[in-house]
Each structure stands twice: as C-alpha cells, then as structure tokens.
C-alpha cells in the first residue's frame, strides 16, 4: 500500500468501529502513514482530512517528508493542539493505539480531549505486516549491508579478541557502508554465554573450542534487516558439528515449506520437528522467526503461539536454534519475504560452519 491507501485503509477500520477521528502516537506507525521521520509528533485522521502535529524543530522537514498531510505546529503541547483540532472538526469519538499509549498519557487524554476516547489495537501494524516493492527493495538493501560486514568481519575472528572489540568493529563497518546505524545491539556471544539467546556483548575474549553467536543488523533508510551466524574458533567437535548440523537443518526444512496461505505456527512446527526429533526439543525455546520492517521485530510473528496466516510480502526472519547451558549454543538465521510459490532468501551469507 502506498501512503494513501493506508490512511484509506484506516478510514475503513475507523467506520466500522464508529470512530470520528483516529491518532497514531507510535513513532513507526506515524513514519509509515506519513513519511515523516522526526522524533516528536503524531498524526491525527478524520473521515476527510489527515494532519501531522509536530513542533517547531520538524516544521521544515515534515514539509518535506508528508506532502498528503496538513501539518500543525504545536506550542502549549501536542494534546492541546489535538483537542483544538478535533473540537474545530466537530469529533465526538477518538481511536488510539492503545498498545503504544501509557497510562499516564491516557489520563492525559481523558483531561484534556473532549472526547470518547476508544483503545484500538494492531490496526497500523496489520498494514505493516506486507510489504510493496520499494519496502522490499530497501530491507534487501539492509540486507546487503549486513552481509557485506559480515564478510569483512570474518578476518578479525579469532582467539583473543574480545567479544566487545567485535561487536565495534560491526557496528563501526555497517556505518561506514551506508547503514544509518544497527537495527539493535549487536549481540556477540562466545563459549558457555552463546547458549543465552539473547546475549549481550562482554569483555571476554574468544578461545579455542568456542562456539560464537554473532547476531546483528543495519538499518537503511528506516528499514531493518537482521542475521545471525554461528563460528567455531579452531577445529568444531563432532557434537559441535552434530548440533550445528540440526539447526541448519531445521532452517533449511522452513525454507523449503514454506508456502503462502500456511500459517505461522506450522511453518514453526516443521522446523521445531527436526530439532525435537534428535532430542533436543526443550533446547529451542523461542519462535522461529519474527517480522522485519521499520522495526526489528514486528508482525508476523512464526511461533507455535502465532495464527497468522503467511502472505506474499511477508518479510520475516528464519532463525532456529539449540541452546546448551554451560556448552553453548548454536543460531542460524536468515531474513526471507514470501512470494507467490515460497520464500525467497533475502540474506547471502555463506551457512558453512566457519572455523577460525
């Protein structure tokens, strides 16, 4: 969908739950409808007219960057200003993203907004979950970013450096090819600390034996990518290769059933079997994967909880894994978008068990 078609799209979500008027708080679903990537304002939609608050800092740049909307300066507050608007429109009843708001913003509203205020949920983030042709295009290019370092990266893998060195130079290189920054905090984790799924960086330096997780992602022109790659420091052990031979296989059995109209939590199911199978079911203890788009971790979740139905455009992670306390553990993921006869891998990175 093109900008004006979510805001249409909206309406329609607005009509049938006898909303006036709608506001979008969330600053990735304000960028989404509107294009605008200041840090400060919100977006405000009636059945005929669409506005973006903001202050005087992003008055130029909103301008700029949302051409369908009217844009609103806004001095004594943002909720003031909404309520100027919504009283000069005549609205009665107002929708908010209810999983975006806090508490203390909703008692904000009841003070200030002279209106029934009504808690929507997901209706942005619906629209989200498929992509068009130029969002895909700006993930690949995330993509191609991450696997340019990562290739890069290999020749300062090895005994001695430390996990945080590592994790620098990565976030230091997807800069410096373009990236506006990482899509989260580079997790680098070695030895016993790759079992943690989510692993922060540390001070302890890679030794021989050492499996090492390393998890990470750019984001080009807000859109994110994300990829994960498991390495050996020195010769892998039999049981090393055994287990990195599981969770490739598992990903590689996604890969390949996926299909459009299969839901999310069968395609999560097909992966989890192959893991289960060879005994280490209670090992892989989270989704297989996870949407990506202007957030790192968005709609549709693939998870034995998750009854989305997969569609084309759908862009989201494959990552299963085998997680041993106090051995180690081992993570594979690529970054796929669903088309019309299966997914197509976005990510390029070789999936050799790599021995440094």
Known sequence: MEVSERVEYLRGEMGEAGLSAFLVTSGDNRRYLSGFTGSSGAVVITRERAWLLTDFRYLEQARDQAPGFEIVRYERGLL??????????????????????????????E???KVSLVG???WVEKIRRSKNAREIDLIERAVEIADRVFLEVRDLIHEGVAESELALEIDYRLRK??????????????????SRPHATRSARRLRKGDLVVIDFGAVYQGYCSDITRTVCIGPASSRQREVYGLVLAAQ?????????GMSAHDLDRVS?????????GKAFGHGLGHG???AVHEAPRVAPSSDTVLEPGMVFSVEPGIYLPSWGGVRIEDLVVMEEDGVRVLTRSTKELLEF
């Open 252 to 260: 590689e059995k996604a890969l390949e059933t996926a299909r459009p």
């Open 272 to 280: 989890r079997e192959v893991i289960k199978e060879a005994g280490y």
């Open 177 to 194: 090819m373009g990236a506006e920054g990482s899509s989260f905090e580079t997790i680098v984790a070695s030895g016993p600390r790759s």
């Open 80 to 109: 003031e200003a909404v309520g100027d608007l919504l009283a000069r429109e005549g609205c009665q009843t107002l929708g908010f993203e209810k999983e975006h708001v806090s508490f203390l913003f909703y008692q904000q509203m």
């Open 292 to 294: 990506v788009g202007l």
């Open 120 to 122: 929507t949920e997901g």
């Open 111 to 113: 003070t200030k907004l």
